[in-house]
């Protein structure tokens, strides 16, 4: 019986003193087991909406799609192709060419830009109104006044004539006088199609530059301090990848719209790191032009224009380098988060990324650079070939599932099988490669699984922890702190959804480090001892 026991301690014991990996840089080596601080540096209006709540008019806010239909010949505004010609209102059905994303100029000041990139402009001297302007000024801008039942009235900021329907079916810029809100030809209901981009870029320009600097200086200074990081370290994180914008490099001035104080915040989380042992990646979020359209990348109204900005984009992981390089906590620093395939070709991609990476090795022979796997329709395994670092290259992968019809209607033991079936499998064909580390850089405990239970979530996130935990470099959950429940994780470590106790045997988390391996010697060796004389 003590031959069995002690032979199964010793075995026990010694594989515990073996699952500490090599992340070069962590305490004790061991993985990446991080969370990200999303959010913060970079607004999600998702994560935080009452970032907004002060905003007027926050339902037309930058990227804000809407459609005008007039209500006395019942036909939708028109940009035949995208734009490049003159408004018509002669459809009876709307799509892309009938739908208008808003550039917001004040909360009742706006600018019309169509689906090809044209703005709505005027002619002063005939009231001809056409989409043919490639970039707006106050030609290109018009009030517009709304009633309780969304009908609305388009008024020329130059001229003060508003917008009419004819009976010919063109928009003219002619009505003289204020138009009731009976049925006439300047009066037209708005249909607004989407509101879902809350960026830095909607937040700071729809609040104005005074009111947003006191809503994000009072949300930097809240939304994560140096409790977070003590939560984050009692409970086995040792490291957190932090979002910031590309206008960080500004501070404190950036160019207009956006609001200094990322780069204080960002200094206090390095600090907060290092107090408490924990590491730190940056992770550029938001590029200059976007690289996504989305509001984490700030985008103004959903498109993509990064590939334009790339030398702007250098500059700022060369800032980014310079300033944190030799900085204790620092662990890596991410070069783009999330490009689009759609918008982003992968040749251009892999030259950015070669040059970042040679910019960060002018300041680091180790930090690691981390370079994010395309969203869409992409392959990780295109980036093994790319030849873009030899050493301390880092490949980010973000496992939702979530954002694919392919998860709709999902049974909870489906969606944990897809994690055994389908991403153990590709992280383990990743991981023979000889290529970069591997990264689980964003993961959640959250599905489309309805009438789910706390074992449900706790089963769902044990096999995500158990799959992930294999990256070579590790993972980190998204996020810390969210108004969605289950993706916030503090919410889920204290409501017991997410139980991370078996990282308690990672020996390589804390700063109590060397006296564990002490101990872990000395037990070993007395097993051995003990092993060896039975």
Known sequence: MEFIFCKWVFAFL?????????VEGLPGNSKVRGVNLGGWLVVEGWIKPQLFDEMPNRDMIDGTEVQFRSVTLHKYISAENGGGMKITVDRDSP?????????????????????QGHFITCDVKDGNVSATASMPSLTETFYIERNERNRVHIKHVISGSYLQASTSNNITADHHGVPGWDDNAATFEMIIVSNLIHGDYQLANGLGRDKAKQVLTRHRNSF?????????????????????????????NPPTPFIGGTLEALDNAFSWA?????????????????????????????STSWPMYISQTLYVIDFLASRYAT????????????????????????????????????????AY???????????????????????NLVLDLHYYNLFDSYFVNKTPAENIQFIFNNRQPQLQALNDLNGPLV???????????TNSTQLDYQDFGEAQLQVYDAASFGWAYWTLRNAEPHWDFEWNIRNNYLKLSFMLFDVGYSQKTPVIKGVLWFILACNFYIYNAL
């Open 439 to 449: 990264f689980i850089g964003e993961w959640v405990n959250e599905w489309n699984a």
């Open 274 to 302: 290092q107090l408490y042992d924990i590491k730190c990646i940056i992770d550029l979020h938001a590029a200059p032009g976007s690289q996504n359209g989305m509001e984490h990348s700030a985008s103004r109204d959903g």
């Open 327 to 366: 900085h204790p906590a620092l662990l890596g620093i991410e070069l783009l988060n999330e490009p689009s395939a759609a918008t982003v070709p992968l040749d251009t991609l892999i030259s950015y990324y070669k040059q970042g990476y040679q910019i960060i090795r002018k300041y680091s022979s180790t």
């Open 369 to 391: 650079v981390i370079i994010c796997q395309r969203i869409g329709n992409a392959d990780p395994i295109e980036l093994y070939n790319a030849n873009i670092g030899p050493s």
């Open 95 to 115: 799509s892309s060419w009938e739908t208008f994303r808003l550039w917001r100029v004040s909360s009742s000041e706006f600018q019309l830009r169509t689906s």
């Open 14 to 22: 010694l594989s515990v003193w073996l699952i500490a990996s090599s």
């Open 224 to 252: 994560i301090t140096w409790q977070d990081f003590k939560f984050l370290y009692k409970h086995g994180i040792n490291t957190v990848r932090i979002p910031v914008g590309w206008w960080i490099a500004f501070d404190p």
